[in-house]
C-alpha cells in the first residue's frame, strides 16, 4: 500500500460542506424561507417545481411545499418533523436541517441543531422578539452552535424600516447576552419577495452587510476540531490472522504512527504501530476520519473504550452532570433508572438530581441531569468536544431515546 | 496541520463507514439490501473498506421482482463470488405464483416488494437492515432518520421516529422489531456519482449510453421483456439511451444520452434540470404522496 504523510485529498484550507439548521416559529415563513433560498440558488429542479406548482392552491407555487412533504403536514400547514435539504453554489455545498418550529417540536429542533455548524432563527419583523425566539436562543447556546444567524423576515410587511430592524436587533442582543451566546449575524429578508435572501435587496438600501446565502457561503468553519485532543472512541474490533485493528471515527485532534497512547477507561498505555484511512496507510491521521489503527503491545481494548495521546486526558468517571433537552412525552424523574449512550459506550444510570430542586424534566424542557452510572464513562466538557461530551439517555425498557446531554465536567464533584 | 479538514467526498465516507460501523458494533444480524443499483454497489463497496482487510461480518438481500435487467442479475451473481458473500434472495414472482400477491393491472410490480422484504426480515430475524436510500432522491425520504425503527409490520410512523442527535444512534428494539439504516443518507445523486468515478466502482452497462430497443410511455423510455411490451398505439425502436437508477423494469425508464464514460455521465447529471426519480421512476408518480405512504407499509 502507498506511504503518505497525510490522508489523501484534504488539501484544501476551509470545509467546503456547511451543515446549517433553520429554526422559526409557526408562520414566521421558515419553509418558504428555505424554499425561496432553494429556489433562487436554482437548486429546484424543474419536476419538483411543476410538482410544486400542481400542489399549490394559488397561480404562484407555495415555495414552502418544497420541504413541507408529509400528509400531515400539507394538511395542517405546518412544520411537524425535520426534514434534511441538499444543495450548492460554486462556493459550496449545504447540508441543511429544516426543523420545526412549535413548543411541542423543539426535540426536532434539537435534533437538527446538534450537527450544524450553524443555526439561522427567523424572526417576524411584525412580531418581534417573542417567547418562541428566546426558547430557540436558548437552544442554540445549549447546543454551542459556532455560528448564529439572526433572520428578520417579512421585512416587506414593515415597510422596508430600518428602525425596526434595529430595535428587533437590539431586543435579541439583550436575549442572545442573557444565555451567553457570543455573537449573531442578524439580516434583514423577505422570504416570499426574495429582499436579501440569494441577492441583496435595492428596497433596503440601509442595509449594507451580505444577503442570507452570500454569509453562509462565506462564514469559516470546522479547523477547531483538527486542533482539539484527540479522542478516538473505539467502534469495533477487527481481527484478521493474529492481527487485532482497532476501528473508529477520530472525532478530534490528530494521531500520528508513534504516537504513545492511553487506553481508556483501563489506564494502560501502549504506541501507535500503524494508521489506516480506509484502505491507504498513512503516518498522520486527522479529526473526522474514519480509520483503524493497531498498537505494539496486546491490549484488551473493546468497543467502548476511548484512545487518547494522554495530553489533556477526558475525565473517567461514574459521575455524570450536565445540562440536557428531554425530548420524550414521559417525563424523566428523580430516581429513575436508565442508560447513557456515550460515544460507542452505553452503560446502566440513575437519574439523582435534576438541578435546583426539580423532580421530573417534562417534554420538551432544558434543564439540567446529574447521574451515578454503573460503569465509568470517558468524557469531556461539551464546550471543549462536542462528541465527547455529548450523551443520550435511553429507556431500558423499550428502547425510547429520552434525553438529550451536555456534559459539563467542571461541576463540582459530588459526593456518592 | 492547522485547518486541514476533509473533503466533500471524505466526510461522506468517514461518515457512512462509521454507521456500517455502528451496526455491526450494536447489532445481532444485519443485511445489506442489495439490487445491483448503483446506491447499493455503493453501500457495498463502503462495507467492504469499513471491514477491511477483514471481510463483510453481513449477508445481502436482493428483493426480486422477477423483471430484472439481465446485465444487473449477471453483476449481482458476479459481486457476491467474487467477494464470497451470503446472498438472501426475495423473490416477489414466487409470491404471485403461490397466489400471495396478486399482479396489479398496470404490470408494474415495484410496490408488490414490501410483502417479500418484511416477511423475509421477520423469518432471517434480521435485526438491522441497510438501505441505498438517499435523503436527496424524494420529500418523503428528506424527513428519514438515519437509524429508522420498524415495527413488526416494519411500518414507517414518521410522526413517531426517535430523534436522532450528533452521532449517536439508538438502535434498540424489542424482539421482532428490526432498524433500516440509510449510511447514504446525507449523499446527494451527484455524489455518489462522483464517488464512483474517485474510487473506480465498477457499474452494470445499463447506466452508460448504448444502443438498446426502446418505447414510449407515460413520457419514459422502456424495454420490453418477459414483464410486457408495447401495446398497439406504442411502437418499438432503437435509440441511444442509459439508465439513471436501477429497478423494476416495468416502472423504470430510461433516458436519451450520449454519456459512455463516468465523466459524461456526471456532467449530464450536474446538467440535468430534472431529478433522477422525476426522470425515471413511474412509481413515484402514482400520487402526491406516494412514497410516504409506501415507506410507512414497509418499503425501504
Known amino acids: ?416 | 496541520m492547522r485547518g486541514v479538514t476533509l473533503s466533500h467526498l471524505d466526510a461522506l465516507e468517514s461518515e457512512a463507514v462509521h454507521i456500517f460501523r455502528e451496526v455491526a458494533g450494536e447489532f445481532e444480524r444485519p443485511v445489506i439490501l442489495f439490487s445491483g443499483g448503483k446506491d447499493s454497489i455503493v453501500m457495498l463497496h463502503l462495507a467492504l473498506k469499513a471491514f477491511a482487510p477483514a471481510a463483510i461480518p453481513f449477508s445481502l438481500l436482493h428483493v426480486d421482482t422477477g423483471h430484472n435487467f439481465p446485465e444487473v442479475l449477471e453483476y449481482r451473481d458476479r459481486v457476491v463470488a467474487e467477494h464470497g458473500l451470503r446472498l438472501h434472495v426475495a423473490s416477489v414472482q414466487d409470491y404471485i405464483d403461490a397466489g400471495k400477491l396478486r399482479e396489479r393491472p398496470d404490470g408494474t410490480r415495484n410496490p408488490l416488494q414490501t410483502v417479500p422484504l418484511t416477511e423475509k426480515i421477520q423469518s432471517e430475524k434480521f435485526d438491522a437492515v441497510f438501505g441505498g436510500g438517499r435523503r436527496d432522491e424524494e420529500k418523503a425520504r428528506a424527513k428519514e432518520r438515519v437509524f429508522s425503527l420498524r415495527d413488526e409490520f416494519s411500518q414507517w410512523d414518521p410522526r413517531r421516529q426517535r430523534p436522532e442527535l450528533w452521532q449517536l444512534y439508538n438502535g434498540r428494539h424489542a424482539a421482532g422489531e428490526h432498524v433500516r439504516v440509510f449510511p447514504l443518507s446525507n449523499w446527494t445523486e451527484l455524489d455518489v456519482w462522483q464517488y464512483i468515478a474517485r474510487e473506480g466502482i465498477e457499474l452494470p452497462q445499463i447506466y452508460f449510453a448504448h444502443r438498446r430497443e426502446v418505447f414510449r410511455r407515460h413520457g419514459m423510455w422502456l424495454t420490453p421483456g418477459d414483464w410486457g411490451s408495447p401495446t398497439e398505439c406504442e411502437t418499438v425502436e432503437k435509440r441511444l439511451v442509459r439508465y439513471r437508477t436501477v429497478g423494476d423494469m416495468s416502472c423504470t425508464g430510461a433516458v436519451d444520452s450520449e454519456a459512455m464514460t463516468l465523466d459524461s455521465v456526471i456532467s449530464e447529471i450536474a446538467a440535468s434540470r430534472l431529478t433522477e426519480r422525476g426522470a425515471t421512476r413511474a412509481d413515484d408518480k402514482m400520487s402526491e404522496a406516494a412514497m410516504e405512504d409506501r415507506k410507512r407499509e414497509g418499503y425501504f
Open chain 1, 1 to 416: 500500500m502507498p506511504t503518505t504523510t497525510t490522508t489523501p485529498s484534504t488539501s484544501t484550507s476551509t470545509t467546503d460542506t456547511l451543515r446549517l439548521a433553520t429554526a422559526g416559529s409557526v408562520d414566521d415563513g421558515k419553509s418558504t424561507l428555505v424554499g425561496r433560498l432553494l429556489h433562487d440558488s436554482k437548486s429546484v429542479l424543474a419536476d419538483q417545481l411543476e410538482a410544486v406548482t400542481r400542489a399549490s392552491s394559488g397561480d404562484v407555487p407555495d415555495l414552502a411545499l418544497l420541504t413541507d412533504g408529509l400528509r400531515a403536514e400539507r394538511e395542517q400547514g405546518i412544520t411537524i418533523d425535520v426534514a434534511y435539504r441538499y444543495f450548492a453554489t460554486p462556493r459550496r455545498r449545504f447540508i441543511l436541517a429544516d426543523t420545526p418550529g412549535h413548543v411541542q417540536y423543539t426535540r426536532n429542533m434539537v435534533t437538527g441543531t446538534s450537527t450544524a455548524d450553524l443555526a439561522v432563527v427567523l424572526i417576524d419583523a411584525r412580531n418581534g422578539v417573542i417567547e418562541q425566539t428566546r426558547r430557540h436562543a436558548a437552544v442554540a447556546a445549549l447546543l454551542r452552535v459556532p455560528h448564529l444567524v439572526l433572520a428578520v423576515n417579512k421585512m416587506d410587511l414593515c415597510g422596508y424600516d430600518e428602525h425596526r430592524f434595529t430595535e428587533i436587533v437590539e431586543d435579541f442582543a439583550a436575549c442572545a447576552a442573557g444565555l451567553g451566546l457570543p455573537c449573531f449575524t442578524a439580516i434583514p429578508v423577505s422570504a416570499l419577495r426574495g429582499d436579501n435572501v440569494v441577492t441583496r435587496s435595492p428596497a433596503m438600501g440601509w442595509y449594507e452587510g451580505p444577503s442570507l446565502l452570500e454569509h453562509l457561503e462565506t462564514v469559516p468553519v470546522g479547523a477547531d476540531l483538527t486542533e482539539a485532543p484527540p479522542r478516538f472512541p473505539v467502534q469495533y474490533v477487527i481481527r484478521h490472522g493474529e492481527c487485532r485493528y482497532y476501528a473508529g471515527q477520530l472525532v478530534s485532534g490528530a494521531l500520528r504512527v508513534g504516537d504513545p497512547v492511553v487506553v481508556h477507561p483501563s489506564g494502560r498505555t501502549s504506541v501507535i504501530t500503524a494508521l489506516d484511512v480506509l484502505g491507504t496507510e498513512v503516518t498522520t491521521a486527522q479529526a473526522g476520519s474514519s480509520l483503524t489503527l493497531r498498537l505494539a503491545d496486546h491490549l484488551d481494548v473493546a468497543r467502548g473504550d476511548l484512545i487518547s495521546t494522554g495530553a489533556q486526558s477526558p475525565a473517567v468517571t461514574r459521575y455524570l452532570s450536565g445540562r440536557a433537552c428531554h425530548l420524550a412525552e414521559r417525563p424523566l424523574r428523580v430516581g429513575q433508572s436508565v442508560l447513557v449512550r456515550h460515544t460507542t459506550r452505553t452503560v446502566r444510570a440513575i437519574v439523582r438530581e435534576l438541578g435546583d430542586g426539580v423532580s421530573e424534566l417534562a417534554a420538551n424542557d432544558l434543564g439540567r441531569v446529574t447521574l451515578r452510572t454503573a460503569d465509568p464513562l470517558v468524557l469531556d466538557d461539551y464546550a471543549d468536544v462536542r462528541r465527547t461530551g455529548a450523551f443520550l439517555l435511553i429507556d431500558p425498557v423499550d428502547g425510547a431515546t429520552l434525553t438529550a446531554g451536555m456534559a459539563q465536567t467542571t461541576e463540582p464533584a459530588r459526593a456518592a
